[in-house]
């Protein structure tokens, strides 16, 4: 298999790169001791195609992959993480579940917008009392003649305070349980629709979590994105391609991590010498450039997979797991490279390394997605 990426597969890694050099990297420690969710820079992501790249080019998108996705937002958290998350948000969740499950309306009157980048998108799952177990959604749906009417609360919704576009999930059928929730799309300032608590984060901190909190919102029956009853088993599709976006996160931000460690081992001297130049610093330098190189490939090919529309869930599980507990161990081998230094805001591997813990958190727990490698590998063992 040839893991050659084509001439402008390159191409978009060096703008993007760039881009991420010179107009975020600058402010990454402002924005992040500020909590300050750059919504400035999003109509530059927009100009370079990069808030709908891998939809059609009739949907206002780039027309590419979720391999160029990937290359994208590795590139992006190589610099901030906060940046890439709030982008992988938009795209790969909230545009992305409109593209999988949205009518022809739906994907022309609000998948187009959000693939432009005219509009940022949120999406809501969780809940308070509904996490790993997204079965358990308390958040109500219930249609009173040509309008549903949404009552509830979501949590750790990403860009939930600034979003123009919420695709959230929310029960309609009690008795029957996961196959009772429906997904919907609720448009900025629809009356009973708003945004809560801010999250105060550990890390990550430039991006916006939030609570969305629904109060007899009144939708339009064809609001309603999918078949009723269907919209758990869509997030769970929409889920599968998501954890690429995670993955490509995670090496993107151990990346960062390890160039900087890099840097930092051939400039510290120690006992008169570079200490690049020590056994112990040398051997954690590989391991940490083997296991990132390794989480990469993992991703590249779900991705591929992807984009060849095959069935991802084993892949992408696979490649989150993998490239989210690298990437933490990669920013603590960072942070001890660095030794007391590493400990301080002015040195990066600071914040990487309170950035990359939400990988191995997001989109499914480390947990959870051994528990889907587990199942995958399972239904298709030769018994």
Same mark, same amino acid.
């Given at each position: ?36 969710f750059p919504r400035e820079i999003f ?6 195609g990069l808030m709908g790249v891998n ?12 391999t160029e996705l990937a290359l994208i ?15 992988? *948000? #938009? ?6 579940? !409109?593209? %999988?499950? &949205? =009518? ?71 008795? *029957? #349980? ?6 919907? !799309?609720? %448009?900025? &300032? =629809? ?193």
């Open positions: 298999m040839d893991f050659e990426l084509t001439e402008e597969q390159k191409e978009i890694k060096r703008t993007v790169r760039e881009f991420a050099e010179r107009e975020i990297r600058p402010h990454v420690m402002e924005w992040d001791e500020a909590q300050h109509p530059q992501l927009a100009q370079l939809f059609p080019a009739e949907y206002g998108g780039a027309g590419l992959g979720h937002i590795e590139e992006l958290a190589r610099v901030d993480g906060s940046v890439a998350i709030s982008l992988a *948000a #938009h795209n790969s969740l909230c545009a992305g579940h !409109i593209e %999988e499950a &949205g =009518t022809e309306e739906q994907k022309r009157k609000y998948l187009a917008p959000l693939a432009r980048g005219e509009k940022l998108g949120c999406w809501s799952l969780t809940e308070p009392q509904a996490g790993s177990d997204a079965s358990g959604t308390r958040t109500t749906a219930r249609l009173e003649g040509d309008f549903w009417v949404l009552n509830g609360s979501k949590t750790f919704t990403s860009n939930g305070t600034y979003a123009d576009i919420c695709v959230a999930m929310a029960m309609t059928d009690k008795t *029957a #349980h996961k196959h009772g929730i429906s997904a919907f !799309i609720i %448009e900025r &300032g =629809t009356p009973g629709f708003r945004s809560g608590k801010k999250e105060n984060k550990m890390g990550l901190r430039a991006s916006d979590t939030a609570e969305i909190i629904f109060e007899d919102c009144r939708i339009p029956k064809e609001n309603c994105l999918g078949k009723p009853g269907e919209g758990f088993i869509d997030s769970l599709k929409v889920l599968d391609k998501g954890r690429i976006s995670i993955a490509a996160l995670a090496v993107g931000m151990a990346q960062g991590a390890f160039e900087a460690s890099l840097h930092y081992a051939q400039l510290r001297r120690q006992f008169g010498k570079p200490i690049a130049e020590f056994e112990a610093i040398q051997w954690k330098l590989a391991d940490m450039g083997t296991e990132i190189e390794a989480a990469r490939l993992l991703t590249l090919r779900a991705a591929r997979h992807a984009d060849q529309n095959r069935r991802v869930t084993r892949e992408s599980a696979m490649a989150k797991l993998f490239a989210g507990e690298t990437a933490v161990k990669v920013a603590n081998e960072a942070v001890q490279i660095h030794g007391g230094y590493g400990f301080i805001k002015d040195y990066p591997v600071e914040k990487y390394y309170r950035d990359v813990k939400l990988c191995t958190i997001g989109e499914g727990t480390s947990e959870i997605q051994r528990l889907v490698i587990a199942r995958e590998l399972l239904r298709n063992a030769n018994l």
